[in-house]
């Protein structure tokens, strides 16, 4: 064998056994699909997540379990609640009741990883018994043998060179002689506790497994056939994209389509491997191709929008023309482990935005602008906070080359107002904040005007 793929199929594609049924059909019309990495069951990652949490009383605690059972129980019985299966199954929700317990006394967020791992383990144990039912030579294997992560638990960082080493021994023969079925979003420490790559991550862990093993593709299989000019739930208009260079489908991750975790494309472009993003139900639908060249390279090709960003203006006391400040700044950020999107600056301020949202969020759903972030920023600086804004991406190409960019964007939307622009660090994308109750119509009139 030569070519291996991974496919990565979302918690919409493994919700139920029927659903199930069609990634069986996608896993089988490859031949060169040999590793397949799998989300937690719709929704079953929030049920975990709340329960984790540790704020439920005992009936809340039953319920929501009991809704764990019934997602469960649909696929087992599906697969017609094979013995072993089914206890398997029954251990893992065993575990999770203990686990809430433990948690409802006192929680923490090593617990938290340990009670949300349980969504990804008990998917890719049920989807391996329904591809053997199928007649594929499948085996269930524990990815925490090979994502190695820090231990920063709900957001763990993968060690890239022990997952690669790993995976070479654990992993690459395995997949020579069978389909291996793994989870998504779940990690290890170096002591083998649980982690979590954060919410959505497990596109990442597909990338991060075809990276390690030096795979052909990367396919991340949803619900939508594509990555698509914006989201057409908003625009109807809004069509999907054949291709995408690793520049503007990073752009595209970051600033807002949902489609991909922003991390995915990462590991891909380290290695050079070619990301697909289709649709489960209906692969025949095509879908968008990610790769470091593509045919057409168009001005203007998809626009986006990120809810819940936090800005944060930072005005120096005493400093103008003073050094280090933008160093202190950033190395408080850097302290707190959060990552900074969008920074402008001026003479004595510096405003930046950080993402609250879900994709940036860690597994248990904290905020992430913290009192002690606050506390640290003001010892050097004043503060100010605002929140319930949204952010906007318009992506393309050599944007910055090109004449009349600004006037083509900002003159659909005249009369908006512009809270702040970052413009020409990446020719690939133009970024603005809008006040969030402006959002979707901004992103209408950005389409018609420039994609429709
Ligand atoms: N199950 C995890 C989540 O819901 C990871 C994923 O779906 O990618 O965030
Ligand atoms: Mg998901």
């Known amino acids: 064998m030569n070519k291996v793929c991974v496919a990565k199929f979302g918690?919409?594609?493994?919700?139920?056994?029927?659903?199930?049924?069609?990634?069986?059909?996608?896993?089988?019309?490859?031949?060169?699909?040999?590793?397949?990495?799998?989300?937690?069951?719709?929704?079953?990652?929030?049920?975990?997540?709340?329960?984790a949490n540790g704020s439920l009383d005992e009936k809340g605690r039953e319920d929501t379990i009991q809704k764990i059972i019934d997602i469960q129980e649909n696929i087992l019985e599906g697969l017609g609640h094979p013995k072993e299966l089914t206890e398997s199954i029954y251990r893992h929700i065993e575990y999770i009741r203990s686990l809430a317990?433990?948690?409802?006394?006192?929680?923490?967020?090593?617990?938290?990883?340990?009670?949300?791992?349980?969504?990804?383990?008990?998917?890719?144990?049920?989807?391996?018994?329904?591809?053997?039912?199928?007649?594929?030579?499948?085996?269930?294997?524990?990815?925490?043998?090979?994502?190695?992560?820090?231990?920063?638990?709900?957001?763990?960082?993968?060690?890239?060179?022990?997952?690669?080493?790993?995976?070479?021994?654990?992993?690459?023969d395995l997949c020579r002689e069978k389909i291996v079925v793994t989870q998504g979003f779940i990690g290890a420490n170096a002591d083998g506790l649980t982690t979590t790559l954060?919410?959505?991550?497990?596109?990442?862990?597909?990338?991060?497994?075809?990276?390690?093993?030096?795979?052909?593709?990367?396919?991340?299989?949803?619900?939508?056939?594509?990555?698509?000019?914006?989201?057409?739930?908003?625009?109807?208009?809004?069509?999907?994209?054949?291709?995408?260079?690793?520049?503007?489908?990073?752009?595209?991750?970051?600033?807002?389509?949902?489609?991909?975790?922003?991390?995915?494309?990462?590991?891909?472009v380290r290695r050079n491997i070619p990301v697909f993003v289709g649709s489960s139900k209906n692969p025949r639908a095509g879908g968008t191709w990610i790769r470091t060249k593509t045919e057409s390279m168009p001005t203007f090709r998809a626009v986006a929008m990120r809810k819940n960003q936090v800005l944060l203006t930072l005005k120096s006391f005493n400093m103008?023309?003073?050094?280090?400040?933008?160093?202190?700044?950033?190395?408080?950020?850097?302290?707190?482990?959060l990552s900074v999107d969008l920074v402008t600056t001026s003479e004595v301020t510096v405003a930046i935005t950080i993402d609250n949202g879900f994709s940036g969020g860690s597994s248990d759903g904290k905020s992430l602008l913290s009192e002690q972030l606050l506390k640290d920023l003001r010892q050097v600086c004043n503060v100010e906070v605002e929140e319930d804004l949204t952010l906007i991406a318009v992506i393309g190409n050599k944007m910055s080359y090109k004449q009349g960019i600004g006037s083509k964007v900002f003159s659909a939307i005249f009369d908006v107002n512009v809270r702040m622009i970052s413009y020409g660090a990446s020719s690939h994308g133009l970024c603005f904040l809008v006040d969030s109750k402006d959002g979707d119509e901004v992103i209408k009139r950005l389409h018609v005007h420039l994609l429709d």
């Open 101 to 172: 317990h433990e948690a409802s006394l006192e929680t923490n967020a090593a617990l938290v990883d340990r009670m949300v791992s349980n969504g990804e383990l008990m998917s890719t144990k049920l989807f391996a018994e329904l591809l053997k039912q199928r007649g594929v030579d499948a085996v269930w294997f524990d990815v925490r043998k090979i994502m190695r992560t820090d231990s920063n638990y709900g957001k763990a960082a993968p060690v890239v060179e022990v997952i690669r080493t790993l995976a070479q021994n654990e992993l690459v």
């Open 198 to 268: 954060g919410r959505g991550g497990s596109d990442f862990s597909a990338a991060l497994i075809g990276e390690a093993v030096d795979s052909s593709a990367i396919e991340i299989w949803t619900d939508v056939p594509g990555i698509y000019t914006t989201d057409p739930r908003l625009v109807s208009t809004a069509h999907p994209i054949p291709e995408l260079t690793f520049e503007e489908a990073a752009e595209m991750a970051t600033f807002g389509a949902k489609v991909l975790h922003p991390a995915t494309i990462q590991p891909a």
């Open 11 to 51: 918690g919409s594609s493994v919700a139920n056994y029927e659903v199930m049924q069609n990634c069986a059909n996608v896993v089988l019309s490859n031949p060169d699909t040999h590793i397949v990495v799998l989300s937690a069951s719709a929704g079953v990652t929030n049920l975990l997540v709340d329960l």
């Open 320 to 337: 103008i023309g003073a050094c280090g400040f933008m160093a202190t700044v950033f190395g408080i950020f850097a302290k707190h482990g």
